[in-house]
């Protein structure tokens, strides 16, 4: 900071390096299209992960074919070696100059920031008010690429104007960009929307409803199959499932809080006989419910509930994003109530059983955050200092024990309590956050829950919040994109693709279908007149584990010609050993 800066209340930004490359490069973005297309008005360039991205409002409309043109600029500018020249303003001077250059958006952003002094940076031509930091040269930038073009509401605002939005990704070096491009195009060809489509495993249309999923055969299978795991394995660790309803009373979220802290994220009531309705956005109060249909001893806790429970929150269209951001979806819920002295116990074992379940998915690798309040925002939270220091302290002691390294996120806990939250890596290096662990004693105190005892006293249980896949909605996506749809045969939905070489063997191909469904595998048959090799693509495409080939041979012997997915023949065998196997493979939930 220049010397004269000490005089005006100005904060620099700590980036790290990479931030501030990226940062750099949305200004040097800003620069190209303020010299392709004068006249731009420009809002705000931040930078994201892997990039950046500059919202601005052009004097035409650019589509993702005009991003070479505007790339080509930028590495122009970048060439020219223009020194990043720090400098600052006075509030007077700052709104002189968004006059002077017609940058109406700058001006509103000097009114809400409401500073003394205002930071600004210029490179070559171009200026921008800019709390910084920057790179010192713009030849320092040299490894990005812009992707795409979206839209963006003026402070995410749906009734301000709507800009024109320019992503971009910037690396410190060139084998990175390369990458994370490799990545991104690998990403490309996992899209569960598109895989979802040539699979037939679900649909969604504005006919019956954005973000309502339509289950088809393929998918409601492969859904049944996690589902069945999941309340197997919950029954094995002595949960206790539940079913509960689609809509409350108004009056259950406003005693919960939802009414006042996520009323955003609800439906707008209905009437039923006079009395407000609520579509659930969550199933916790039910669980309450049930835990309320009696009283309890302490003798009885833990008492752990768990359902797949449906629940319906208000997603914008614009947020709307195939499985991953839906209106209508499944929360692998369960609800946990315990007394103090076993809490402990109880948060270390939804841990244990998180982690099984990311091995059996195959997500080896994950990701801890702990979430915490904000602490200059107290207001936005449920409960006093007392028991948000409590509740904080006792998830921090059970990851410290348990050595599982963690980040500590401020502003990121759950208006009732804060929460552990555990994301996976995918096949290609992607995170997806999936589990969620929320400690809560506001809630028992909202409801008034009780339990009696050892002193034949009442106290309050401690409850606890937890998700492990997040939604089954979700997760089915991120098990799309992360086997690439080449689901592992325990999931997928046909295991196992007859092809008979011709018309005469399709009574014995009809045979080996009826053998390995009554072993309880799931088989279709290839009927086609199409010649071998296509059938055999198809089943490829169609991504089946595995494809029998029969023929005179075949017919004779009472065996197939087995060709595995991505590892090709392997061969001729019995039907029985083909059964062993595939049962094999299913009953270890082989990958």
């Not at 509401?153 to 990458?179: Q, S």
């Not at 946990?336 to 091995?359: K, N, P, V």
């Not at 401690?462 to 998700?467: F, G, K, T, V």
Request: glycine share 8%.
């Amino acid at each position: 900071m220049a010397a004269d800066d000490a005089s005006y209340d100005f904060e620099v930004r700590e980036l790290s390096p990479v931030e501030t490359l990226r940062h750099s490069t949305a200004h040097l973005m800003a620069s190209a299209v303020n010299q392709l297309y004068p006249g731009t008005k420009f809002g705000i360039g931040p930078h994201i992960d892997h990039g950046f991205y500059y919202d601005m409002e052009l004097p035409q409309p650019i589509t993702n074919d005009d991003l070479p043109a505007i790339e080509a600029r930028m590495r122009e500018i970048a060439k020219g070696n223009h020194k990043f020249v720090h400098s600052m303003k006075s509030r007077e001077e700052a709104v002189a100059w968004a006059n002077e250059t017609d940058q109406p958006y700058k001006v509103e952003l000097i009114d809400s920031i409401g500073a003394e002094g205002y930071s600004f940076y210029q490179h070559g031509d171009f200026t921008d008010m800019c709390a910084g930091p920057h790179v010192r040269y713009t030849k320092k930038i040299k490894h990005f690429k812009l992707t795409h073009v979206a839209g963006a509401y003026w402070r995410g605002d749906e009734t301000r104007p709507m800009l024109t939005r320019i992503y971009g990704l910037a690396f410190e070096a060139k084998e990175e960009l390369e990458a994370h491009l490799e990545m991104l195009e690998e990403a490309r060809k996992r899209d569960h929307r598109r895989l979802g489509k040539d699979l037939e495993l679900f649909r969604i249309t504005q006919e019956y409803g954005g973000g309502l999923v339509l289950w088809l055969p393929n998918g409601a299978y492969i859904r049944r199959q996690i589902e069945d795991y999941w309340r197997q394995a919950h029954l094995d660790r002595d949960y206790e499932l539940l079913f509960t309803p689609h809509v409350a009373p108004l009056s259950l979220w406003q005693t919960s809080g939802h009414a006042d802290h996520y009323s955003d994220s609800m439906y707008a009531p209905m009437e039923v006989e006079g009395e407000a309705y609520q579509l659930k956005p969550m199933n916790c109060p039910f669980h309450i419910g049930v835990y309320k249909a009696k009283q309890h001893s302490y003798r009885e806790l833990p008492l752990r509930f768990a359902e797949l429970g449906t629940v319906y929150r208000f997603e914008r269209s614009g947020a709307l994003h195939g499985l991953m951001r839906v209106r209508g979806f499944t929360q692998d819920d369960a609800h946990i109530f315990c007394t103090r002295e076993q809490l402990e116990a109880e948060l270390a074992a939804c841990l244990d059983i998180a982690q099984h379940m990311y091995s059996v998915f195959g997500f080896p690798e994950y990701k801890v955050e702990l979430s915490v309040r904000d602490p200059a925002n107290k207001a936005k939270y449920q409960g006093g200092d007392e028991i948000w220091s409590l509740a904080e302290a006792t998830l921090a002691k059970v990851l410290d024990d348990r050595g599982i390294d963690y980040a500590r996120i401020e502003g990121e806990a759950a208006f009732y309590g804060p929460k552990i939250d555990v994301k996976v890596v995918d096949a290609i290096g992607r995170t997806w956050q999936l589990t969620t662990v929320q400690l809560d004693f506001n809630l028992p105190e909202r409801f008034d829950m009780t339990y009696v005892g050892a002193d034949n006293s009442p106290h309050r249980p401690i409850m606890i919040h937890r998700a492990l896949l997040g939604s089954i909605e979700r997760f089915f996506g991120i098990l799309i994109e992360h086997y690439a749809g080449n689901f592992p045969p325990w999931l997928a939905p046909v295991q196992a693709k007859v092809l008979p070489l011709s018309a005469k063997f399709r009574e014995y191909g009809e045979q080996v279908v009826a053998q390995l469904k009554a072993a309880g595998l799931r088989a279709r048959l290839d009927d086609s007149d199409e010649k071998l090799g296509y059938k055999i693509r198809r089943a490829e495409m169609e991504k089946v584990p595995y494809a029998l080939v029969v023929g005179g041979r075949e017919a004779d012997e009472g065996t197939v010609g087995v060709r595995k997915r991505m590892d090709g023949d392997l061969g001729t065998m019995a039907v029985a050993d083909f059964v062993e196997r595939v049962r094999g493979e299913v009953s270890e939930r082989s990958r």
